[in-house]
């Protein structure tokens, strides 16, 4: 074996020290943002932005480039100069969302998702240090869980933008300068704190913590790193190259030649094991020219508990072929109204006989609610992810109640599917898959005949706190199991032959 396969992950290095380091509010997390937890906004992107109606964002895109050079300054302030100004603090606030949900959340990086989660879990006090503005990184913050932001404020009046800076643009001695002031103020210790920048700008900010880290880093920090003996980290970039989409193009062939070969091998008029054929064929076909492997624990319970309500954490759309790789056979999938008319997608969901949910309508929800109930009183399983949508990152969304009045009103234990990965293999809205590992993992089923209306929102945050919990204590890289689930039970369902992996490890 190469030296290259044994070398340890330095982005697991630091996340076990981290773990096995001292904790507490004192010790401090200092993150750049574009280029550190997001990759950056290209010129490029910002023009197909506004190709596809992205308009609304547009005037929070400059300056999220990632890159720290003095044209990066400028950018800063040309954009609250000439762009903002005269324009109302409402008009921005309502761009936040649709910035985060096309461009942010699309490129940002797990790895830097799960730093952040590894500080938060040590009880360290996580800081967004930034040259970019609050418009632009409050609803990120929000969605890692950041409390304290130090960037760039554009100067108000009268509810509108003046084109002047409130103070200083939050950029090299100045972003330094923050940090001191910041670590005297909440009592940090600079000496036993982490820093993360990937510009050699921030190199002052990262001299002041005991823990400097170089992410992604340009020329500039380096070569700083290199002499100074920092760490580097390197975060794989999200754009795709030509391996993953040719990958992604052979997977969505192989999803239709899957599906055209059902029907013509088809020799029973069973509609339902034309079905299920269905469900192994094109998830197993798809799934493997996508370059994905699927290591499953716990895989037994996908068949022990039959019907049941298998529920499942939607990261990502390649999760309508994990659960039918996983169930295989005998379950009704419950999808939302638009994927009915989705591209190749849309037939073959409406083939297999897929209950649609469209929540605009009134009593469109129950009806389809009523539909399963009487599916699963004949013995057909169900599932559904209780979300209700893709997440636009890791973080888990709340759940809505559908599947646990289901659940409920039918009798029938839940399953949950604890899905790790899958965002990495396809974020939300993204088109090209990267092919690697997903992992998941199968709880135990969960008696639901004790289950009552007055009890249903305690039942729906146990639930969570399950799926919680499971993605906080998943295997680590030595294969150590689950506390619940002991090493003799599980199953592993591969593509490949099983391996040793650490869910997000590259």
């Known amino acids: 074996m190469s030296d290259a396969t044994t070398a340890p992950n330095p982005v697991e290095a ?16 200092f993150f750049d943002f574009d280029g550190t937890i997001v990759e950056g906004v290209t010129p490029a992107r910002v ?11 547009s005037p929070l895109l400059p300056g ?15 954009m609250i100069a000439e762009n903002w100004r005269g324009r109302p603090t409402e008009e921005l606030m309502e761009a936040e969302e649709q910035l985060f949900q096309n461009h942010i959340a699309r490129n940002l990086y797990p790895e ?46 009268g509810g509108r933008i003046t084109g002047e800076i409130d103070g200083e643009i939050v950029w090299e001695h100045s972003k330094a300068d923050l940090v001191e002031k910041f670590a005297v103020a909440h009592e940090i210790d600079l000496a036993e704190s982490f820093s993360y ?10 001299r002041l913590t005991g823990n400097p880290t170089a992410v992604n880093p340009d020329r500039a920090l380096a070569y700083e790193a290199t002499g100074q003996g920092w760490p580097i980290l390197r975060f794989e970039r999200r754009r795709p190259g030509p391996y993953r989409i040719v990958r992604t193009l052979l997977g969505a062939l192989a999803m239709v030649a899957a599906a055209a070969a059902t029907f013509l091998c088809s020799l029973t008029s069973d509609r339902r ?29 996908a068949r022990a508990a039959r019907p049941a309500v298998f529920v499942f954490n939607h990261q990502s759309q390649i999760d309508s072929m994990i659960i039918p790789y996983i169930l295989r056979e005998s379950f009704t999938p419950v999808v939302t109204i638009k994927a009915k008319h989705y591209p190749v997608f849309g037939p073959l969901l409406r083939f297999v006989g897929t209950v649609f949910i469209d929540r605009s309508t009134p009593g469109g929800a129950q009806e389809a609610l009523n539909s399963l109930v009487t ?13 209700g949508r893709v997440s636009a990152t890791p973080r888990l969304q709340d759940f809505k109640k559908g599947a646990f009045h289901l659940a409920a009103q039918a009798g029938v234990p839940m399953v949950p599917i604890v899905i790790c990965n899958a965002g990495r293999a396809l974020w939300r809205r993204a ?21 009552a209306q007055e009890n249903l929102d305690e039942q729906i945050a146990a639930v969570r706190r399950l799926y919680l919990d499971t993605l906080e204590r998943w295997p680590d890289a030595s294969g150590a199991s689950l506390p619940s689930e002991p090493e003799n039970q599980h199953a592993v369902v591969a593509l490949d032959p099983p391996h040793r992996h650490r869910p997000g490890s590259r």
């Open 64 to 78: 999220l480039s990632g890159r720290k050079r003095a044209t990066h300054y400028l950018s800063v302030q040309r």
């Open 375 to 387: 599916q699963l009183h004949r013995g057909r399983s169900v599932a559904i992810a209780p979300e």
């Open 431 to 451: 088109l090209i898959v990267r092919p690697g590992t997903i992992d998941v993992t199968i709880l135990d089923p969960i008696d639901t005949s004790s289950w």
């Open 197 to 206: 920048s990937n510009g050699g700008v921030d190199t002052p900010m990262l």
């Open 273 to 301: 094991a034309e079905i299920d054929r269905m469900y192994r064929w094109v998830s197993t076909a798809t799934l493997r020219c996508l370059g994905l492997r699927v290591r499953v624990i716990g895989g037994h319970k």
């Open 14 to 29: 630091r996340l076990r020290e981290i773990h096995s380091g001292p904790g507490g509010p004192r010790i401090a997390a």
């Open 47 to 57: 023009g197909l932005s506004r190709l596809f109606g992205g308009n609304a964002a």
């Open 112 to 157: 830097a998702w799960e730093l952040v989660r590894a500080h938060q879990r040590a009880g360290h006090t996580v800081i967004l240090a930034t040259s970019a503005t609050g418009f632009q990184t409050r609803r990120l913050a929000a969605e890692l869980g950041i409390d304290h932001i130090l960037c760039t404020e554009p100067a108000v009046s």
